[in-house]
Structure formats: C-alpha cells, structure tokens
C-alpha cells in the first residue's frame, strides 16, 4: 500500500494507508506524500522533486540508518526510520557460471549493471507513482526483498526484488503507468523491463519469456507488457519485481498490498 506523508505546519502530520500499527518509515519502505504546490523539499540535503500538483515521492534503503532529515522550505524534521530483521534464502543448482561468471560475461555484466543504472536515473516529471500500484503477475510469492543469497553454498548480494512463481507465458503487468526506459536481455536478468514512473520511482521485470514493449513506450497500470518466464539466472521460472527510487531498491510488497 502506498505509504503517504502530509506535511502541515507547524509540524509533520503522518497518516497512511496501511495497518495502524505498521509503521512505514522503515529500511526498504516507499514514502509518497503531498505538500502545498511551490514546497521546496530536501531529504538529508538531497532536493526532491515536487510536481505542479504538490506530490512527492522517496524511500529509504535495505540498510538505511535510524533517521533522516526532510527538510520543508528550509525548516528541518527528523523522522525515525524503523530497522527490520533480514532473512537468508539459499538457492541450490544454479549453473556454475551464473554464480562465478568468466571474464567475459564479467565484462558484460559490468557493461549491462551501468545501462542499468543509467535506466534507473531517470528523474522524468511523470506521476505515476501516485497511483495505487497492481501486482505485476499472478503466482506464489518465491522470494521476498532484503534476504541475504547464498548461492549454490556461496554467500552472494541481497535480494533486491520480490519474486513471483508463475508458468513461462504467464500475463506480465505494468505495476503503475509510466513510460519504458529499458527493454534488453541481460545476462543475470534475462529479458528484462524497466519502467519510469516519474520522480526516481522505477519498477523492473526480470526473466521474461517475451517483450511486447520498447524503450520510450507509454504504459497504462495493468496494460500487459510480455509474459513472465525463466531467462538469465533462474532455478525455474518466475518474475523478479523490483522497485527503486533512483539507485535505492525499495521493497515492493507493502507497495503491492501483500
């Protein structure tokens, strides 16, 4: 659900859409809020876009510290960032040289990690994320964000995303609208999706079977997009979803109500 901050004087009001008593400024969270039209706002120091009707989005990392600072026309705020507890998933019978790649495909991988951050940079005035996202696939949820990977026994990265079982052709979704800034077949991610939803907030769908859309296409919440599948560093086949705010992954499961 989407996490909403309104900000008032003299001081900061919350109020949000989930439960009472989850609190959703917390490590991986997704804050989308509304101030009055002109509002200058900055997070530690780092100004945020805010759009002609007032909306404005950031989120906090897997490993984000206790607080912050939000700044509104220059008077500052401190808000509490709630720590949460991480799981470890291990993952057995990868192909060995998804787990430990040769130069090559390091190479490539390094090539492919900068064209993603690039897709992921984006600051475009669309609003997008103002809208209540949709699950991206029907299925079993098969992982969650901010688990530490262990890969066929070797400890690897964070899981930065939330992964959904389906079949290969399952239906793939536009999580909010948005336009595409990434449509290519990536070594770790296989056929991959990235999508711009305005303001740093990006969604990405990973292990496609099929691509229905190109870089700079418009998409409409819950238009399909491809179909879901088992491409790049897969055990079976599933989505990967994974929500940014620029180059900070997010968690996409409160976001998705689950």
């Known amino acids: 659900m989407k996490r909403r901050i309104l900000l008032a004087a003299p001081a900061l009001l919350l109020a949000h859409r989930a439960s009472a008593t989850q609190s959703f400024l917390q490590q991986g969270g997704l804050v989308v809020g509304r101030v009055a039209p002109g509002t200058r706002l900055t997070l530690d120091g780092r100004a945020l ?3 002609p009707a007032g909306d404005y989005a ?10 912050a ?3 509104t026309n220059g008077r500052e705020e401190r808000l509490t960032v709630a720590r949460r507890p991480w799981s470890v998933q291990a993952i057995s019978g990868l192909p060995p040289a998804q787990v430990t790649p040769d130069a090559a495909a390091l190479a490539r991988i390094n090539a492919e990690r900068e064209q993603l951050g690039r897709a992921r940079a984006t600051d475009s005035t669309l609003t997008g994320f103002t809208e209540t996202f949709a699950r991206p696939a029907e299925g079993r949820i098969s992982g969650v964000f901010g688990s530490q990977r262990v890969l066929n026994g070797q400890p690897r990265q964070p899981h930065f995303g939330f992964d959904i079982a389906a079949p290969t052709g399952s239906p793939l979704l536009a999580a909010a609208s948005g336009r595409v800034v990434l449509s290519q077949s990536f070594f770790f ?11 740093g907030i990006n969604t990405l769908y990973a292990h496609l079977s099929r691509r229905d859309v190109a870089e700079g296409d418009v998409v409409a919440r819950g238009q399909r997009m491809g179909a879901t599948g088992a491409t790049g560093r897969v055990t079976g086949p599933h989505l990967h979803f994974s929500l940014s705010w620029f180059q900070v992954w997010l968690d996409p499961q409160p976001v998705l109500g689950l």
């Open 49 to 51: 876009r805010v759009s």
């Open 58 to 67: 950031f989120g906090f990392g897997r490993d984000h510290g206790e607080s």
């Open 189 to 199: 991610f296989g056929e991959l999706l990235v999508v711009d939803h305005g303001h």
């Open 69 to 71: 600072v939000l700044s």
